[in-house]
Structure formats: structure tokens, C-alpha cells
T-cell receptor, first 112, second 114 residues
């Protein structure tokens, strides 16, 4: 498969563990955030989003937490599975602009 | 329904040449955005089109251009290719202009400039 990043931070977990992937953003004017998952050879896939008027949002096995005070975003994956192995990107949108700014990504490796 | 389709999947060009990449969005989606992905810079926004109009452009030189057709299909063109243009070029489509809406990405076109 294609490599999407050669020097990404890597999180290695065991199957069944909970995973937490972190992201720091820089612009306090950012008002919308998205987490994407990118598997080797594929384009990014939407996981979950959150607006700045929320602190937490839950999906299926995933939870996103937003701490605006320290400009920090996290993605929690419950009961991590080998199929969750991928690169995870956070993306932010600045209010009034139509584009997304992506983070560098974190590689999640899940061992059976 | 069919996803976002990008063609070609792989491309090898030499320096100085030009290249045209194509993106067919999901049926009914009118917004198309292009991104460049490299190991060093990550995902960087190139441009966004909605209803044949460019809504926004990223910080790339004028060698990078794009357009959108009436059927929402989009093309991007890179002229006078440089080695540093080697990257995965991703297209994303959405119902409405980004962001505030879920964007669906294609598999990308892997461009190698030699």
C-alpha cells in the first residue's frame, strides 16, 4: 500500500484496548473540527465532527473531546480492532473560511 | 451510490511537463475540493469549486489551476512540473461548500515527477 507519512507520531496498542489520539490546534478562531481516518492506499474517511459550542460528541465506538481553553482535540476509540489501524488526521475550520486545515496525522497500529 | 472517482490512479511525468487530473464527485454533490498530500507537509488545500466557481484557493503557485464543469466534475492542472510536485492529489466532494458538511474523499492520484 501507499505510505501517507514516513515520520508520523505512532501509537501502538493491543486489540481490545482503548486508544486516544491527540491533536493540538493553533487558531482560537477555529469553530469546527473533523477527525479523518486514512488507510493505506485510500483517501481520508470521515469519522466524526464537533463544533466549538460542544465539548464532547460520541459516535459508534468513537468519542471526540474538545478543550478550547488549551486548543486541544482528542479522538477516543473504544475496544480498538486491527481494522482501526490507519493514519488519523484532525482538521479544523476557521469561522468565516470555507477550507479545512489538516494536522500532520498520527499512525495507529493495532496488534492482534 | 458510487463514491468519488479520481483518474488516473497513478501517473509518472518528467520535469517541465504538464498534467491534468480528473475528479468525478458523488452524484448530486456540487462542491469539489482538491488537496495535495506529501509526507513532509501532510494534507494541504489547493482549491475549492462550487457550481463551476472557484470559492477559495490555497497557497500554491499559479502553475496549479483547476476548473469545474456543469456536471460538477472537476479537473486540476499542473504546468511546468517540478520534482517537488510529486504527491498524492486528493479530491473531496460534498453536497454544499465546505466545511460544515461531510466531505467524501476519492482514493487520489499518485503523481511522480522524475
Amino acid at each position: 500500500g501507499e505510505s501517507v507519512g514516513l515520520h508520523l507520531p505512532t501509537l501502538s496498542v493491543q486489540e481490545g484496548d482503548n486508544s486516544i489520539i491527540n491533536c493540538a490546534y493553533s487558531n482560537s478562531a477555529s469553530d469546527y473540527f473533523i477527525w479523518y481516518k486514512q488507510e493505506s492506499g485510500k483517501g481520508p474517511q470521515f469519522i466524526i465532527d464537533i463544533r466549538s459550542n460542544m465539548d464532547k460528541r460520541q459516535g459508534q465506538r468513537v468519542t471526540v473531546l474538545l478543550n478550547k481553553t488549551v486548543k486541544h482535540l482528542s479522538l477516543q476509540i473504544a475496544a480498538t480492532q486491527p481494522g482501526d489501524s490507519a493514519v488519523y488526521f484532525c482538521a479544523e475550520n476557521i469561522e468565516g473560511y470555507s477550507t479545512l486545515t489538516f494536522g500532520k496525522g498520527t499512525m495507529l497500529l493495532v496488534s492482534p | 451510490k458510487a463514491g468519488v472517482t479520481q483518474t488516473p490512479r497513478y501517473l509518472i511525468k518528467t520535469r517541465g511537463q504538464q498534467v491534468t487530473l480528473s475528479c468525478s464527485p458523488i452524484s448530486g454533490h456540487r462542491s469539489v475540493s482538491w488537496y495535495q498530500q506529501t509526507p513532509g507537509q501532510g494534507l494541504q488545500f489547493l482549491f475549492e469549486y462550487f457550481s463551476e466557481t472557484q470559492r477559495n484557493k490555497g497557497n500554491f503557485p499559479g502553475r496549479f489551476s483547476g476548473r469545474q464543469f456543469s456536471n460538477s466534475r472537476s479537473e486540476m492542472n499542473v504546468s511546468t512540473l517540478e520534482l517537488g510536485d510529486s504527491a498524492l492529489y486528493l479530491c473531496a466532494s460534498s453536497l454544499r461548500p465546505s466545511p460544515n458538511t461531510e466531505a467524501f474523499f476519492g482514493q487520489g492520484t499518485r503523481l511522480t515527477v522524475v
